[in-house]
């Protein structure tokens, strides 16, 4: 039975049929990241092992920044309860010997169906800032997408992968349609091959982690002046603006990330978006919004949305993998 758009269930196993695609010719594996030594190769393999260090290098409060969501922060929560209640049906006798997790995103090929997500302020845990994930995505063949909010910028982060290296630029709305318009120029003369506008965060939300640790982000210093006031414009977009992005850049893939439900998600789809990225932000926007898991089987079951879903984008739950690896 289809699942009603108004179900918000918590904690209940999603199945997921997953049959595994062969075929006959196997892309190129993932390349190992470069350590910067040996010794550091050795000393992290797993995640357990990295999280720890990460945690040790970085500022109680660029750590707080990362791992934090908004308000109670229960979204984060039931996000992370959501993806261990996924399950899958796994179908055997498929012959594995050749695996092929390669697909095509937005006319690039990747080695896995996966985007960096973009990260905004990078640079506080990283001297490389963006530059270092663009280098280490085009190395593992995965997309990148570039925070507006995130050091060097454009041109210095696509200069840090080789050329043609797949990579989508994230834009907040920081003006009017000759801000975005900018961006885009920009956007396209560096070769990003996508441009995605976060919908979801028209309104900051209230990080308490942030409030406890009297942190004000860099990052977000226009946006949160008084005199400046830049997040108006963000909290100013409509429907209205994504249709005249689709008429004045029709060859340009939009993707709109943040969509959480299948009236938003149809909407997009009707407006000609080339992506629909199903996300509460990693519950750092709205608390106690619906939960990823929940998302992503609403938008999907309904059939006009099929569309969208064949354009589906990167995401840290399983099935929206499973769903760009596996044709319809
Ligand atoms: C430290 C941090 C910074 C982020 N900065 C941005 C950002 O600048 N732009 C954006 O669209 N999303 C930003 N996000 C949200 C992520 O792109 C992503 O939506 C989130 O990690 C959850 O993943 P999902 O959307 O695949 O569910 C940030 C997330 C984290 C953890």
Redesign the pocket.
């Known amino acids: 039975m289809a699942p009603s758009d108004s179900d918000a269930s918590v904690g209940t196993a999603v199945e997921a049929e997953y049959v595994p695609v062969v075929r006959t010719s196997v892309s190129p594996g993932i390349a190992p990241t470069p350590f910067a030594s040996d010794e550091l190769r050795e000393s992290i393999q797993t995640l357990q092992e990295l999280i720890p260090l990460a945690r040790a290098n970085l500022a109680k409060e660029h750590w707080d920044?990362?791992?934090g969501g908004s308000e109670t922060e229960a979204t984060v929560r039931r996000?992370r309860m959501a993806i261990e209640c996924l399950a899958l049906r796994p179908r055997v006798l498929r012959k594995l010997t050749q695996i092929e997790l390669g697909t095509t995103l937005f006319g690039q090929r990747l080695s896995l169906p996966l985007?960096l997500?973009?990260?905004?302020?990078?640079e506080a845990m990283d001297p490389a800032g963006a530059a270092a994930a663009a280098a280490a995505a085009a190395t593992a063949g995965v997309m990148m997408?570039l925070?507006?909010?995130?050091q060097p910028g454009p041109r210095e982060t696509a200069a840090a992968a080789p050329v043609g290296s797949p990579k989508i630029f994230?834009l907040?709305v920081r003006g009017d349609r000759s801000f975005i318009a900018e961006n885009v120029e920009v956007a396209l003369a560096c070769g990003y091959q996508a441009f995605?506008l976060?919908v979801?965060?028209q309104l900051y939300s209230r990080r308490e982690r942030d409030f406890l640790n009297r942190f004000s982000k860099p990052?977000r210093k226009g946006a949160d002046d008084a005199a400046t006031n830049q997040s108006a414009s963000q909290a100013a977009l409509s429907w209205d603006d994504v249709e005249w992005f689709k008429q004045t850049y029709p060859d340009l893939p939009l993707l709109l990330?943040?969509i959480a439900t299948a009236e938003d998600a149809e909407l997009a789809v009707e407006l000609g978006v080339d992506g629909v990225?199903?996300?509460?932000?990693?519950?750092?926007q709205l608390d106690a919004v619906r939960i990823?898991a929940a998302h992503l089987r609403f938008c999907w079951t309904d059939a006009s949305t099929r569309h969208a879903r064949q354009h589906a984008c990167?995401?840290?739950?399983l099935p929206?993998v499973f769903s760009v690896v596996q044709p319809d």
Do not use: M
């Not at 997500?117 to 990078?122: C, K, R």
């Open positions: 920044y990362l791992v996000n985007i997500a973009p990260i905004g302020g990078l997408c925070s507006s909010a995130c994230q907040y995605c976060t979801d965060t990052w990330k943040g990225w199903v996300s509460n932000h990693g519950g750092r990823d990167g995401h840290h739950s929206l």
